[in-house]
């Protein structure tokens, strides 16, 4: 039998190997890049004039929040608005726009809707660099200003702070926050003995009275399903 070849190293002999010939590797080439979609402009409404607000104006008690100011739009001082009324221009449908101090912030002159509100021209703000500026602040109106509301519908702001009371007139709590997560609205009270908040669905079954000259609504919540189901 031959002998294993030696090699000497570090002055003792080991066996050496062979090194294989290696089969080369074949890298995938790298997936060509999705591209990306072109931006499409932003749709813009024609230009038109604010109606003037016919009701009662100049009292400003029991504000309530119509939007917020987004920033500037385009170059000729324009301001942006996110509008948070059920359609765009009613942002701008019941008179001045007041700041949270109280004070009259925007009275716009023309609008010109957009994708989630409009944008206004307004005398108290003249280029974009002001516009920016005041990006964030709420927009508020007098709640005198709001229209009447069909049978069983509130404003929010009505409801807040109303006497939340069970059926037999036992003292549930105040109402305190009004949700909608996407499946209906739900009130929050907060319990007169410093327990945790309760969240109710506001249904006619749930909340078969809702008086708000005596700001109170009366709930009948449902029966606990037992426990396991």
Known sequence: MPAKPMAVAAGRAQPIARTPILTPVRVAPKPLATPKPAVEPELVG???????????????????????????????????????????????????????DGKILLKPKSWRELKDGVAVV????????????MKGQKLFVPRANLPATAEDEFYVVDLLGSRAEA??????????????????????YKPPNGGPNVRIT???????????????????????EPVGK
């Open 46 to 100: 024609d230009s038109q004039a604010v109606p003037t607000f016919k009701g009662k104006t100049g009292s400003a008690k029991g504000m309530v929040m119509v939007g917020a100011i987004a920033g500037a739009f385009g170059v000729k001082g324009e301001v942006r608005l996110r509008a948070f009324t059920d359609k765009n221009e009613g942002v701008i449908a019941y008179g001045p726009l007041y700041g949270e």
């Open 122 to 133: 307004a005398p108290e703000i003249k280029t974009r660099e002001e516009a920016e500026a």
């Open 167 to 188: 059926l037999d007139g036992t003292v549930l709590g105040d109402i305190v926050a009004v949700w909608n997560f996407g499946a209906g609205d739900i009130l929050e």
């Open 202 to 224: 506001f249904t006619k079954e749930t909340v078969p009275h809702v008086d708000l000259g005596a700001r109170r609504v009366v709930i009948d919540p449902p029966a606990p």
